[in-house]
């Protein structure tokens, strides 16, 4: 009798996909993998404090218009990308996974626990949504139908993302660096792949954007405590020994001992029909 009851009960959670859901797995390794960097968030890569990257969103996005000027900072992490476009004008609202990120950036702006897929808020919420460097490690589909859903009519979405300069030249290996750095990402990312989904949504790209930002991939590393060292060592050696293609295009370089290299952002305005 036990048997019997132990294979039905295994044939309905085989059945109820609910049952055997591995969301709420892959959000505790997200919430494990930022608390811990909480506090040291925002020095742990220079692209996290670049006013060029940071301009960048701003310059996407343009000036709030009069009584059209609420904004969404999605994956808000500490805050950083709300807190500047709170400066010029906007009236924003972080959502984060991680509790601790969501305690940092409520120093900044109002900022809940939230998830992209599954947004806390009504429909037609927000003049503006912006999302930067975390469109890898969340459901892409989901994410961008709970985006569109919560954006009024005209409002306008940034997305940023770091990606290959060339098809050709860097992107196999990068994506070998990707997959290795980011533990917990759901989906890898080229330029043309990012921008071919959204096409499939209702958005319309209003405009684009590519920077080139200087990274030390060291420091990048240390600041990574969720890495063991030697993961960590494995993925510098795999920067400073890349291909010469991969070397040149992203002027990789060795000083005293610390690997820089240059990083290619992507950051696309989109605009809801």
């Known amino acids: 009798m036990v048997l019997i009851a132990?294979?039905?009960?295994?044939?309905?959670?085989?059945?109820?996909?609910s049952a055997i859901s591995p969301e709420p797995a892959i959000d505790a390794r997200l919430r494990d993998q930022f608390s811990i960097r909480a506090q040291s968030f925002n020095h742990s890569a220079n692209w996290m404090l670049d006013e060029s990257l940071l301009a960048a969103h701003r310059r996407q996005l343009g000036q709030p218009k009069p009584g059209a000027a609420q904004l969404l900072d999605l994956c808000c992490g500490t805050g950083i990308v709300g807190e500047g476009m709170a400066k010029?004008?906007?009236?924003?609202?972080?959502v984060d996974i991680t509790p601790e990120m969501v305690s940092v950036a409520a120093?900044?702006?109002?900022?809940?626990?939230?998830?992209?897929?599954?947004?806390?808020?009504p429909d037609a919420s927000f003049d503006a949504c912006v999302l930067?460097?975390?469109?890898?490690l969340v459901d892409g589909e989901k994410s961008l139908r709970e985006i569109h859903r919560v954006l009024k009519p005209g409002g306008r979405f940034v997305l940023s993302q770091s990606v290959a300069f060339s098809a050709s030249a860097d992107e196999p290996h990068y994506r070998k660096v990707q997959e290795?750095?980011?533990?917990?990402?759901?989906?890898?990312?080229?330029?043309?792949?990012?921008?071919?989904?959204?096409?499939?949504?209702?958005?319309?790209?209003?405009?684009?954007?590519?920077?080139?930002?200087r990274?030390?991939?060291?420091?990048?590393?240390?600041?990574?405590?969720?890495?063991?060292a030697e993961l960590r060592a494995k993925i510098l050696k795999l920067i400073a020994d890349?291909?010469?293609?991969?070397?040149?295009?992203?002027?990789?370089?060795?000083?005293?001992g610390e690997v820089f290299e240059d990083w290619n952002w992507l950051v696309?305005?989109?605009?809801?029909a």
């Open 132 to 136: 930067r460097q975390s469109f890898m």
């Open 180 to 213: 290795m750095r980011h533990i917990n990402m759901l989906q890898y990312y080229t330029s043309d792949s990012l921008v071919q989904l959204l096409r499939s949504f209702d958005f319309r790209e209003a405009g684009r954007e590519e920077l080139r930002v």
């Open 215 to 228: 990274e030390n991939s060291t420091q990048w590393m240390e600041r990574a405590p969720e890495l063991s």
């Open 268 to 272: 696309l305005c989109l605009e809801k």
């Open 242 to 256: 890349a291909p010469q293609t991969y070397r040149e295009i992203r002027n990789v370089d060795v000083v005293n």
């Open 6 to 17: 132990f294979f039905f009960s295994w044939r309905l959670m085989k059945n109820n996909h």
């Open 107 to 121: 120093r900044k702006m109002k900022a809940v626990v939230g998830k992209v897929e599954a947004l806390p808020f």
């Open 88 to 94: 010029a004008g906007w009236q924003c609202m972080g």
